[in-house]
T-cell receptor
Framework: NAGVTQTPKFQVLKTGQSMTLQCAQD?????MYWYRQDPGMGLRLIYY???????DKGEVPNGYNVSRLNKREFSLRLESAAPSQTSVYFC????????????FGPGTRLTVL | GNSVTQMEGPVTLSEEAFLTINCTYT??????LFWYVQYPGEGLQLLLK?????DKGSNKGFEATYRKETTSFHLEKGSVQVSDSAVYFC???????????FGAGTRLFVKA
């Protein structure tokens, strides 16, 4: 079982470039999440998908878009990257009715110059 | 709004020392409380949880008790090992929603 996988592991972008972070889970979970982790601030929720076909904003959605492609995959897109989006991004998943136990991927470290 | 405050790190201990990492919270209603652990280069893993007042969560020798009167959920371990070196996050979820609030994290170093 791979659990939650994320690609890429590292990425460097220039201001204004776009990119998509990919996330997939093989645990048959209904719910998926995108977080960003910044020094001294813990994890903050960007977007989540309670179930296939739905997405909702979290605490810090500005500058991001998401797509729940199917039950397994949940992607995060930066349309025009800004230095303020330099962060470590984590994808997570959970069974719909056990939202407390989230399973996290290894993260993507993104630097925007 | 809801928030979690945990002690700043890093915390450096010798092997077999006693560990306490403080966590306090602010929440409306009756939140569930969690400790997650992040080992180097990995994502977060749920370490333990407590869903109501006076509950004690425990796992791998770690314990934390949900104290409503002091709004605290301090993490303790009687004898730490080098392998416990990691970042520990306190978190809460209020109600049955999908939003979990995380603290800033506390880095623990354990020396042999």
């Amino acid at each position: 079982n791979a659990g939650v996988t994320q690609t890429p592991k590292f990425q460097v972008l220039k201001t204004g470039q776009s990119m998509t972070l990919q996330c997939a889970q093989d645990m048959n979970h209904n719910s998926m999440y995108w977080y960003r982790q910044d020094p001294g601030m813990g994890l903050r929720l960007i977007y989540y998908s309670a179930s296939e076909g739905t997405t909702d904003k979290g605490e810090v959605p500005n500058g991001y878009n998401v797509s729940r492609l199917n039950k397994r995959e949940f992607s995060l897109r930066l349309e025009s990257a800004a230095p303020s989006q330099t962060s470590v991004y984590f994808c997570a998943s959970s069974r719909e009715y056990e939202t407390d136990t989230q399973y996290f991927g290894p993260g993507t470290r993104l630097t925007v110059l | 709004g809801n928030s979690v405050t945990q002690m700043e790190g890093p915390v450096t201990l010798s092997e077999e020392a006693f560990l306490t990492i403080n966590c306090t919270y602010t929440a409306t209603g009756y939140p569930s409380l969690f400790w997650y652990v992040q080992y180097p280069g990995e994502g977060l893993q749920l370490l333990l949880k407590a869903t109501k007042a006076d509950d004690k969560g425990s796992n791998k020798g770690f314990e934390a008790t949900y104290r409503k009167e002091t709004t605290s959920f301090h993490l303790e371990k009687g004898s730490v090992q080098v392998s416990d070196s990691a970042v520990y996050f306190c978190a809460l979820r209020d109600g049955g929603g999908f939003k979990t609030i995380f603290g800033a994290g506390t880095r623990l170093f354990v020396k042999a």
